[in-house]
């Protein structure tokens, strides 16, 4: 059976836009609380809903809570990069001449003779896969495609980590 010259895993698209939806709506309701002081007033019940009052009460300076008004902030990018990975749906790429990760991850692609090993592994609803370096680092791309990471990281390693190592010149 002849290996394909290039492979692809794609988000678990599924669950990438429940992150969206949720990440936007707490994006709103932590922006409502930064300009609005009486929007925190919470229940009276409740140990978890005091600290937090607590906590955004320590925030507030004149009509803006400052903690309220960063969490806002977090939350919109932490939206906008489960948006995004919903949108390209796929998370890494593999070629000939190594692994390319999706832009939202942050990391430079890898040269074959830098990948150590890909492995996957099932995490809750979706997959983790893991790329260990011939450096010695190790990180996951979580939220992949589980019914495609198995076939992927076999096929990675059957096709371009199953080759001898290159031959050291020291």
Known sequence: ??????????????????????????????AVAAVDPFAIEFSEYGRREKGVRQLLKLGQ????NWVAAAIAVYMAAWALIMGWRWADEVAIRAD?????????TRRKGLS?????????APSRRTGALTVQTTAGDKFTLKQVDPAKGPEFARAVTARWLALPPPADGM
């Open 61 to 64: 300076s004149g009509h803006l």
């Open 1 to 30: 059976m002849a290996l394909p010259q290039k492979l692809s895993l794609r988000w678990h698209t599924t669950v990438l836009g429940w992150l969206f939806i949720v990440g936007a709506a707490a994006t709103v309701v932590f």
């Open 112 to 120: 074959w003779s830098e990948v150590r090993a890909v492995t996957y």
């Open 96 to 104: 000939d001449d190594g692994l390319v990760f999706h832009r939202s």
